[in-house]
Structure formats: C-alpha cells, structure tokens
C-alpha cells in the first residue's frame, strides 16, 4: 500500500509542554499499515501463523487457535484477520476500556492533566553564586571599596568566555536537541478508574503505544488453550508458539529505518550510527520507544562507558611512565646488555633443557612495563574509581527512576508469573498478599522447595566442577604442547616454546568458554524453572544470580590459577613436589606476571571481538535464514513475486528476529564480566579500561542499531533498577580489592624490590643476582643425566632464596625468604585496610540521592496528594448537593410551600456551594433547577 508523507510538527508542538512522545507527532498518520482496515483503530499487536501441511496436526493446532482467539474477544480486544504470502495475521486492538481496566489492573504511572502540574522549582545549586552577586553589589553600593567593581567586572568577562569555550565544547557532545528536544517532567499517579478526573484519558497519545503493547502481552499471557491432555501450562502465547500454533508475536515499529519522520528512522540516523559515537544518547526517547528496561540497558552502558574514560586515561599514563623509566631499569640493564652474561637456568618442566638467561630479555621488558612502582598506584586508583562509579550510578540511577516514574516502584505490585501459579493451580490459596490482597498458594516447602533448591544447588557445584576440569585439561594441553616440541626436536628455544604453549593454552580455553556457556544457560534456566519462583524479576535475578556464577568459575578459573597457584608450590631441583608422579606446572621464563597479562589479554580482547563479529554477522545470518523460508513458502504456495516496499508494516516486521524477553542478560553478562577483567585484575593489565572503553563505545552502537534493524520491537517491561547486576558489581569491586593486593604482594616482585631498595640504600645494583639461587647439579640425578656430557654445565640458577650448596644448611630458605614474607603479609594488610577506608569515605561522601531531587520528590508527592484531597472534597461537596436535590423532590408539595419563604436564602447557599466547587456555568444551572442528569461527571470518573 502506498505510504504517505509523514507530517510535520505542528507549530504549537513544544516538547517542554507537550507530554506526548514525538512519536505521535512524526508518524506518518495515514500508514494504513499501522491501523485496522477502517483506517482508525490502531494495531497493538500482531500475531502470525502458517497453515501445517501435516492435517492431523493442523486442526489441533487451528482449534487451540479458535479457542484462544475467543478468550482474547473475551477479554474486550478486538481483532482483524489478513492473509499475505501464505502467513495469517492477527491483528489486535485494544480498545480505550480494556486499557483503563487493565492498566487498573497492572497500576501503571500514568501522566496526571497538565493543569495539575505547575511547580515551582527551586535552583538550589545556585544559591552561593547569587549570594556572591548580592553581597557584591551591595559592597559596591554601599562601601565603595576601591576596585572591587572592576574585580567584578573582569571575574564576570573570564567566567563568560571560559563558560561560551566549554558551551561550544558541550554543544558537539550533549545530545542534539533539534532532533530530540528536552521533555518537560509530569506528575504521575498511580492510575485508577475512581480517579480519572486526575488523567486526560481522552488524549490521543495517553496510553502510548509501548503501554498498549505492554498491555496487550499481558493478557496474552494468561489466556488458556485446549490441550490433548489436561495440561497446567495450556495457557500463554509464548506455549503456542512453542508448540507451533502460531510462528510469531509482536508489536510493531512504527516505520523503516529509511522512513523520515518516525521515530525508528530518528533514532538510528542519530543515535544507533556509529558516526554519533561522541554523543549523548537521547535515553527519553529509548526509554518511550523499547521501554524502561531497555533504556536503563544503554543508561548504565552509557555511564559505564563514561567513567571508563577517566580510568583509561590513568592506565595509559601509567603505561607511559613505565615506558619511559624502562632505560632505567637495572635489572633489565642486568639482563639485556651486561656483558658476558651467561646465566644458566635449571629447567622447567621435566622434559625441558637447561637455558640461558639472556634469552628472557624481551620478556623481562614487558615484565616491567605491568610490574613497576605505578602498578601500586593504579591498583589503589582502580578499586578508588570502582567505588566511585558504582555510588555516581546510583546517584544518577535516581534521577533516572525519578525522571522516568518508577520511584514508587515495588516488586509487589508485580502480579505473579503465570507459570508460577499454574503449578500451583491444585494447591489452595492460603496467603494472601498484603499489597494487591488477593488470596494466592503458597509453594510447599517440604515437598517443592527444598528438593528443587536442594536439585538445584547440587548441579551448580557439578557444573562447577566441571569447569575446573576444563581448566585441568587446558593445563594439560599446555604441558602436551611443551612435550610435543621437545620430541619433535624443534630448535626453538625453552622460553619461546613456554609462551607458544601459554598462547595456545589460552585459545583452547576461550573455545572450552564458549562450549560451556552454551550448556550452562539451558541447565540454568530449567533449574531456575524448578525453583518456583513468584514474579518474573525474582527468576530474572535468580537465573542471573546462577548463570554469572557459572560464567565467573568458567572465565577466571584459569586466571586465577596463574595469578594465584601457578609456579608457587613446585619446590626446589633435587626436591620438586610431584602429583601422579609428574612436577607441578612452573610459570614462563618471563615471570607469573607475563603470563598472567598474556592470558587476561587474550580472554579479554579475544572475547569482545568474537562477541563484536556475532553481533554484526549473526543477526544478518538469521534474517537471511529467515527470507529463504519466506520465500521458499511463496515458491511452494504458487504465490506471485512480492513487491517489497509495498509490504504492509505487519509483514515487514514479521521477517525481523524475536527479540525474546532475555534478550538483555547477554548484553549485561557480557559487560559485566568485562568489569571483572577491568578491576579484578588490573594490576597485571593497566591498558584493560582503554581496550574496553574502545570496546563499549562500538557496542552501545552496534546493540542500538541491531535492536532497531533486525528485530521486532520489544514489549516495553518496567523494571525498578538494573536488579541483581548491581550487586555482582558490588562484590565485584570488593573482591578487586583482594585479589590485586595479592597480585601486587605475591605474583609481582614489587615487595622483594621495595626490600632490596631499602637494604641497599635505594639502589637495584646486584637485585637480579640476589632474587636467583645456585644448585649443584650432581645433586639431581636427573638433571646430570640431562646435562649428559656437557662439562661445561655444573650448576644452574632457579629464581627463588635458598642457601647455596657451599652452605651447610645447603638448599634451606634463607632470612631474606621470610623477611620478604613478611613484608608481603604486611603489604596486604596496609594495601586491604587503605583502600577499604577511601572506598568507605567515597560512599559516605556521595548519598544515594542529591537533596534537590529528594526534596523534589518530596514536594511532588505532597502536591499529588493536595491535589487528590481537593478533588476528592469538591466531590464530596457535589455529592451533597445532589443528595440535598433528590431529597428535595421526595418532599411534597406543601413542605416545599411552607419553605418557600426561605427559597431565596437556600438558593443563595446552594449557589455558593456550587461556586467552591469550581463546575462550568451549564452544570450550576442544571444542578440548581433540577435537571442534572448528565453532568459529565457520572460514574467511574465521579
């Protein structure tokens, strides 16, 4: 069908004003695409299904088809049936009483009328500038100090050019209100049909079309179907898809991407182009078009990938500072460039050779580069920034739930997943909820919770486990690959063959990820499913609470084994600690920190950018897929070749992905986990937040333009917060604490330098010789035997403090083993008790909410209350006068004789009466002479 120009704004549209979202003002109001045949009864949703060639099949399927249709006409929705290219579509509409009765229902935050909804809002935050301005200018009218309205003056001119600077500056970086205009804040009250003189319910643009969308799916939901056999779960839309009934269900976009004009054009020319990277993005205009929950996504990605900023801009200082002062560096100096350095090192694995020291002397620079004196500072700066993001967000986090009605958000308002209550459909209510005070049953203990937590737990820590499998076979791998090249009688040196096996290690484990994230998800969702849990954000969070617990076991076992087990426990020549016979895995010739950055970098980089190309590639694969079914069933069903830009809206959309209703737990795993790459483990890799803030500003984009390109448009769902990913965040931020103390204490040299430096008067002369001890290799049959008839090898050095063989407690730890000890336990303690106070000053400093906004809120709920008791009074005061009327009239006729003579006076009365109540003329009349039958304020909305 042809579409028409899309409208302009009118003149008197002003976003400041006008509460409906510009997408009632740009769509091109004549799609008919959009509408009902009759060209005025909007699509709210759409539901598709093909007929199945199987017969049997398809009468099943068309009966539970028939019966739910009957439920949803029912229910007061009205529907319209078209045909395109062998697909059926339903079309559904829900009238203006479904919506009041459902959005009654669901307590929706609905905009209050405008006239409602003056304040007067106090600009707090410049309080002291106009002081100063006051006290200026009365110092200036009054005393006369010499020079003071020049300081004035010329303090005035700076603070301008600086402020029109830092405005231009701003302008390229704020969003672009020509395109997205600010939106004045309304008053919002819970919506009920006993106060709907609070709401213009008549406006077009009232219920908007992601609260219709919302409402809609809610009581597709929870509509029953036939089923073969009596069936608990017979009900929902979602089940009839499953099971074939229909192929899809969905709301629709409101035009293409290229279609001037609508909001989805708008929003992917200005905020999903990657060229608009700078930029803010325009979350009220997200947040009307996908929803809160969406819009709360790319909120907290937005922010996170702000504060990245500032903590890239530190980690590649730091690394600048640790490339300058690399020259100077003297045990580098010892290694690369001293002359006739001829180190021998034992070897590292039982079947590696001796090897020279010389050859680490690349490694021993990159050692520096993430093991130097400002990896003490970055590791404090990191869990100071991590602190400090999460109390910004939460700050920022409420003025967003303000901003966006969902302050008085409760998780008992939410009504309870169907799921969960058809479980417990033969189980008699006995609770009764104290919110909503509707009668549910509550799950037993005894015979369903505790086995299904119980099941539960017990395969988490199996999967647990085998997890840790996985990381024994990618150890395995490693010492295979050491194994292979010594048989093969490669000629590659033993520190090179060290990290070829640590690099190929790495790869193998990012594969083993990816094949258990697959197996971790299904089993977490079915067991999350047995835990019967009542609303939908309690299985959200629960099965995010399971699935990152997986995921952190799966990602940071291996990393946590480097940094933490790796190389620490293998013993002594002579003396190594075996298990089944074989010598523990030792680090690279580079150090436990090399390999440690070589792991986190590959796992890191290697995942963002496998995860980039899926989302680039793998949506186009699937709607590719997806068009060579179409046009295979236009091929086999004989129909004529489609015109493609004559599709209607609902075929255009039907071709696009489902976005699903998790969609988003993948997208906050994913930066979540990033997280933990960038704070957890940071003092082993200072340019993570650069590699993840370059990450994040191409996701914020790539996600945008992959939600409004290749899916369907998603039910707006109204969250209160981002839920349990601020917890995880929390703890997050607590562990990066820990575990880079022990990093800085343990798997760098940083202590045994620190000690040495203090020993020898600042200086790192001689350090490298005394951080390696001497073993006599007579001593090791197995390593004279490996030394064969090489006479030139008769000792060689390990890194470690031990007494030398000349000693006469040979082999023994020396003082300045437990020295250095010490200092690391002393280390943790003073690194751990610092960081933690400036983590507990930060969040002392910043409350969770400014005092402006919450005296704001304040004052909003005091003013929704005035005006619901004013209006309730003038009711109230109606009400009498209508009382007084109908008793009037049940007089007789010499009552109202013989109180004829005070007529004048009650009139007067009444009339004033009437006045305070603030009717319209035609009402007063009507109610004064008896005749108010239909004042306009009848019935619900009385």
Same mark, same amino acid.
């Given at each position: 069908?042809?579409?028409?120009? /899309?409208?302009?704004?009118?003149?008197? @549209?002003? !976003?400041?004003?006008?509460?409906?979202?510009?997408e009632?003002?740009?769509?091109?109001?004549l799609?008919?695409?959009?509408?009902?045949?009759?060209? #005025?009864?909007?699509?709210?949703?759409?539901?598709?299904?093909?007929?199945?060639?199987?017969?049997?099949?398809?009468?099943?399927?068309?009966?539970?088809?028939?019966?739910f249709?009957?439920?949803?006409?029912?229910?007061?929705?009205?529907? !319209?049936?078209?045909?395109? !290219?062998?697909?059926y579509?339903?079309?559904?509409?829900?009238?203006?009483?479904?919506l009041?009765?459902?959005?009654? *229902?669901?307590?929706?935050?609905?905009?209050?009328?405008?006239?409602?909804?003056?304040?007067r809002?106090?600009e707090?935050?410049?309080?002291? &500038?106009?002081?100063?301005?006051?006290?200026?200018?009365?110092?200036?009218?009054t005393v006369?100090?010499?020079?003071?309205?020049?300081?004035?003056?010329?303090?005035?001119?700076?603070?301008?050019?600086?402020?029109?600077?830092?405005?231009?500056?701003?302008?390229?970086?704020?969003?672009?209100?020509?395109?997205?205009?600010k939106?004045?804040h309304r008053?919002?009250?819970?919506?009920?049909?006993?106060?709907?003189?609070?709401?213009?319910?008549?406006?077009?643009?009232?219920?908007?079309?992601?609260?219709r969308?919302?409402?809609?799916?809610? *009581?597709?939901?929870?509509?029953?179907?036939?089923?073969?056999?009596?069936?608990?779960?017979?009900?929902?839309?979602?089940?009839?898809?499953s099971?074939?009934?229909y192929?899809?269900a969905?709301?629709?976009?409101?035009?293409?991407?290229?279609?001037?004009g609508?909001?989805?054009?708008?929003?992917y020319s200005?905020?999903?182009?990657?060229?608009?990277?700078?930029?803010y993005?325009?979350?009220?205009?997200?947040?009307?078009?996908?929803?809160?929950?969406?819009?709360?996504?790319f909120?907290?990605?937005?922010?996170?990938?702000y504060?990245?900023?500032?903590?890239?801009?530190v980690?590649v200082? +730091?690394?600048i @500072?640790?490339?300058?002062?690399l020259?100077?560096?003297?045990?580098?100096?010892?290694?690369?460039?001293?002359?006739?350095?001829?180190?021998t090192?034992? /070897?590292?694995?039982?079947w590696?050779?001796?090897?020279?020291?010389?050859?680490?002397?690349?490694?021993?620079?990159?050692t520096?580069?993430?093991?130097? /004196?400002?990896?003490?500072?970055?590791?404090?700066?990191?869990?100071?920034?991590?602190?400090?993001?999460?109390?910004?967000?939460?700050r920022?986090?409420?003025e967003? #739930?303000?901003?966006?009605?969902?302050t008085?958000f409760?998780?008992?308002?939410?009504?309870?997943?169907?799921?969960?209550l058809?479980?417990?459909?033969?189980?008699e209510?006995?609770?009764?909820?104290?919110?909503?005070?509707?009668?549910?049953?509550?799950?037993?203990?005894?015979?369903?919770?505790?086995?299904?937590?119980v099941?539960?737990?017990?395969?988490?820590?199996?999967?647990?486990a085998?997890?840790?499998?996985?990381?024994?076979?990618?150890?395995? &791998?490693?010492?295979?690959?050491?194994?292979?090249?010594?048989?093969?009688g490669s000629?590659?040196?033993?520190?090179?063959?060290?990290?070829?096996?640590?690099?190929?290690?790495?790869?193998?484990?990012?594969?083993?990820? @990816?094949?258990?994230?697959?197996?971790?998800? &299904?089993?977490?969702?079915?067991?999350t499913?047995m835990e019967?849990?009542?609303t939908?954000?309690?299985?959200?969070d629960?099965?995010t609470l399971?699935?990152?617990?997986?995921?952190?076991?799966?990602?940071?076992?291996?990393?946590?084994?480097?940094?933490?087990?790796k190389?620490?426990?293998?013993g002594?020549?002579?003396?190594?600690?075996?298990?089944?016979?074989?010598?523990?895995?030792?680090?690279?010739?580079?150090? +436990?920190?090399?390999?440690?950055?070589i792991?986190?970098?590959?796992?890191?980089?290697?995942?963002?950018?496998?995860?980039?190309?899926?989302e680039v590639?793998l949506?186009?694969?699937?709607?590719?897929?997806?068009?060579?079914?179409v046009?295979?069933?236009?091929?086999?069903g004989?129909?004529?070749?489609?015109?493609k830009?004559?599709?209607?809206?609902?075929?255009r959309?039907?071709?696009?992905?489902d976005w699903?209703?998790?969609?988003l737990? /993948?997208?906050?795993?994913e930066?979540?986990?990033?997280?933990?790459?960038?704070?957890?483990?940071?003092?082993?890799?200072?340019?993570?937040?650069?590699?993840?803030?370059?990450?994040?500003?191409?996701?914020?984009?790539?996600?945008?333009?992959?939600?409004?390109?290749?899916h369907?448009?998603p039910?707006?769902?109204?969250?209160r917060d981002?839920?349990?990913?601020?917890?995880?965040?929390?703890?997050?931020?607590?562990l990066?604490?820990? #575990?880079?103390?022990?990093?800085?204490?343990?798997?760098?040299?940083?202590?045994p330098?620190?000690?040495?430096?203090y020993r020898?008067n600042?200086?790192?002369?001689?350090?490298?010789?005394?951080?390696?001890?001497?073993?006599?290799?007579?001593?090791?049959?197995?390593?004279?035997?490996?030394?064969?008839?090489?006479?030139?090898?008769?000792?060689?050095?390990?890194?470690?403090?031990?007494?030398p063989p000349?000693?006469?407690?040979?082999?023994?730890?020396?003082?300045?083993?437990?020295?250095?000890?010490?200092?690391?336990?002393?280390?943790i303690?003073?690194?751990?008790?610092?960081?933690?106070?400036?983590?507990?000053f930060?969040?002392w400093?910043?409350?969770?909410?400014?005092?402006e906004?919450r005296?704001?809120?304040?004052?909003?709920?005091y003013?929704?209350?005035? *005006?619901?008791?004013?209006?309730?009074?003038?009711?109230?005061?109606?009400?009498?006068?209508r009382?007084?009327?109908?008793?009037?009239h049940?007089?007789?006729?010499?009552?109202?004789?013989a109180?004829?003579?005070?007529?004048?006076?009650?009139?007067?009365?009444?009339?004033e009466?009437?006045?305070n109540?603030?009717?319209?003329?035609?009402?007063?009349?009507?109610v004064?002479?008896?005749?108010?039958?239909?004042?306009?304020?009848s019935g619900?909305?009385?």
């Amino acid at each position: 069908m042809p579409m028409t120009e /899309p409208t302009e704004l009118p003149d008197s @549209y002003d !976003e400041r004003e006008c509460s409906c979202p510009r997408e009632f003002y740009q769509r091109p109001e004549l799609n008919t695409s959009l509408f009902f045949d009759d060209c #005025t009864r909007s699509i709210d949703f759409v539901l598709a299904y093909k007929i199945n060639a199987n017969e049997l099949l398809e009468s099943d399927n068309a009966e539970k088809r028939r019966v739910f249709q009957e439920n949803l006409i029912h229910q007061g929705l009205e529907v !319209e049936l078209s045909k395109k !290219e062998q697909i059926y579509f339903l079309k559904i509409h829900a009238p203006l009483e479904v919506l009041r009765r459902y959005a009654e *229902i669901l307590k929706l935050r609905m905009p209050m009328k405008e006239s409602f909804c003056h304040m007067r809002v106090h600009e707090r935050s410049r309080r002291l &500038h106009n002081a100063a301005q006051y006290l200026s200018k009365k110092v200036c009218q009054t005393v006369q100090i010499p020079g003071l309205s020049v300081v004035n003056r010329s303090t005035k001119s700076v603070y301008s050019s600086l402020k029109g600077i830092f405005q231009f500056f701003l302008r390229n970086v704020y969003i672009d209100e020509n395109y997205f205009p600010k939106r004045a804040h309304r008053f919002t009250a819970i919506y009920s049909r006993d106060k709907e003189y609070l709401f213009d319910i008549r406006q077009d643009c009232f219920f908007t079309t992601a609260v219709r969308s919302r409402i809609v799916e809610f *009581i597709l939901d929870r509509q029953r179907f036939p089923a073969k056999r009596h069936s608990d779960m017979a009900f929902g839309i979602e089940r009839l898809i499953s099971e074939g009934a229909y192929a899809a269900a969905y709301p629709l976009h409101d035009g293409e991407i290229t279609e001037v004009g609508t909001t989805r054009e708008l929003l992917y020319s200005n905020w999903a182009s990657v060229r608009k990277w700078y930029r803010y993005q325009p979350l009220d205009d997200v947040k009307e078009y996908f929803g809160v929950k969406i819009g709360l996504y790319f909120a907290w990605l937005g922010y996170y990938t702000y504060m990245l900023l500032l903590a890239s801009i530190v980690g590649v200082a +730091c690394f600048i @500072y640790s490339w300058v002062t690399l020259k100077n560096y003297v045990p580098v100096q010892d290694i690369c460039l001293r002359p006739n350095t001829n180190i021998t090192m034992c /070897p590292l694995c039982d079947w590696c050779e001796f090897w020279n020291l010389r050859e680490t002397c690349i490694y021993a620079k990159i050692t520096y580069l993430i093991d130097n /004196p400002s990896t003490i500072f970055f590791a404090v700066f990191m869990s100071f920034w991590a602190a400090l993001f999460l109390e910004l967000w939460k700050r920022y986090s409420a003025e967003i #739930t303000h901003r966006w009605d969902l302050t008085g958000f409760d998780l008992h308002e939410e009504h309870p997943r169907p799921q969960y209550l058809a479980r417990l459909e033969h189980i008699e209510p006995t609770r009764t909820d104290y919110v909503t005070n509707m009668k549910e049953p509550t799950v037993p203990f005894w015979r369903m919770k505790l086995p299904a937590t119980v099941f539960s737990f017990s395969v988490v820590v199996l999967l647990i486990a085998l997890a840790f499998v996985a990381l024994i076979a990618v150890v395995v &791998h490693r010492m295979s690959v050491l194994a292979a090249l010594k048989v093969d009688g490669s000629n590659m040196t033993t520190s090179k063959a060290m990290i070829l096996a640590t690099a190929s290690a790495a790869f193998v484990n990012l594969c083993f990820l @990816y094949i258990l994230n697959y197996l971790y998800n &299904h089993l977490a969702e079915y067991l999350t499913e047995m835990e019967m849990w009542r609303t939908q954000t309690q299985f959200d969070d629960s099965l995010t609470l399971k699935i990152y617990l997986l995921q952190f076991v799966n990602y940071y076992a291996s990393i946590f084994y480097i940094a933490f087990f790796k190389g620490k426990f293998v013993g002594r020549p002579g003396e190594y600690n075996e298990v089944f016979h074989y010598r523990q895995e030792e680090c690279s010739s580079g150090g +436990c920190l090399t390999e440690l950055c070589i792991q986190l970098a590959i796992i890191m980089i290697g995942k963002q950018a496998f995860n980039t190309i899926l989302e680039v590639y793998l949506p186009m694969f699937w709607r590719r897929v997806l068009a060579i079914q179409v046009g295979l069933s236009r091929l086999f069903g004989n129909a004529a070749k489609a015109d493609k830009s004559k599709d209607e809206r609902w075929m255009r959309d039907f071709k696009l992905l489902d976005w699903g209703a998790r969609s988003l737990f /993948p997208e906050y795993l994913e930066m979540v986990l990033q997280y933990g790459f960038v704070t957890i483990f940071v003092a082993a890799f200072p340019l993570a937040p650069l590699f993840a803030l370059l990450n994040n500003i191409l996701e914020m984009r790539l996600d945008a333009k992959k939600l409004l390109t290749h899916h369907k448009r998603p039910v707006s769902q109204r969250v209160r917060d981002i839920g349990v990913w601020y917890r995880i965040l929390d703890c997050i931020g607590k562990l990066s604490v820990i #575990t880079n103390g022990f990093i800085i204490a343990f798997t760098s040299d940083l202590i045994p330098r620190l000690v040495y430096r203090y020993r020898h008067n600042g200086s790192l002369v001689g350090y490298l010789d005394s951080t390696l001890s001497e073993f006599l290799i007579v001593d090791s049959p197995k390593l004279h035997s490996l030394a064969g008839d090489n006479t030139n090898i008769t000792t060689c050095r390990y890194a470690d403090f031990r007494e030398p063989p000349s000693s006469t407690e040979k082999y023994h730890l020396t003082r300045d083993f437990y020295i250095i000890l010490a200092c690391r336990l002393a280390f943790i303690v003073v690194f751990e008790n610092f960081v933690a106070l400036v983590m507990i000053f930060v969040r002392w400093c910043i409350p969770d909410m400014s005092v402006e906004l919450r005296d704001q809120i304040k004052r909003e709920v005091y003013i929704t209350n005035e *005006i619901i008791i004013e209006q309730e009074a003038k009711r109230a005061r109606f009400a009498r006068i209508r009382r007084s009327q109908s008793m009037a009239h049940n007089h007789s006729q010499q009552d109202l004789d013989a109180a004829s003579v005070d007529e004048p006076n009650t009139k007067f009365i009444k009339i004033e009466k009437l006045l305070n109540a603030n009717l319209s003329q035609i009402e007063m009349d009507s109610v004064i002479h008896g005749e108010n039958t239909n004042t306009g304020l009848s019935g619900a909305s009385c």
